[in-house]
């Protein structure tokens, strides 16, 4: 079993609505870790959204050669 990773954290104010604040505290939920796991998520979706539109032109290009010409060492496939 390897040791996970730390990673250091940093102690920040946020503000949250009461009442689900209120309901996450009553259902358990650890607050810090719910925050840090969607920013987490929030921060993956935009750096890849952000990643397709820098490269949307090369994509669309190398999509068109693959129409035409097919993929590239194609004739070296064996499945």
């Known amino acids: 079993m390897s040791t996970p990773i730390s990673i250091p954290k940093k102690a920040t104010n946020i503000t949250l609505s009461a009442d689900v604040l209120n309901e996450a505290k009553a ?3 650890n607050i810090s870790q719910a ?3 969607f920013l987490r998520e929030l921060v993956t979706r935009e750096q890849e959204r952000r990643w397709q539109a820098d490269n949307a032109e090369f994509i669309a290009a190398y999509n ?3 129409e035409s ?3 590239p060492l194609d004739a070296w496939r064996t499945f």
């Open 35 to 37: 925050c840090n796991q």
């Open 64 to 66: 068109v050669g693959v």
């Open 27 to 29: 259902l358990g939920i």
């Open 69 to 71: 010409d097919g993929l």
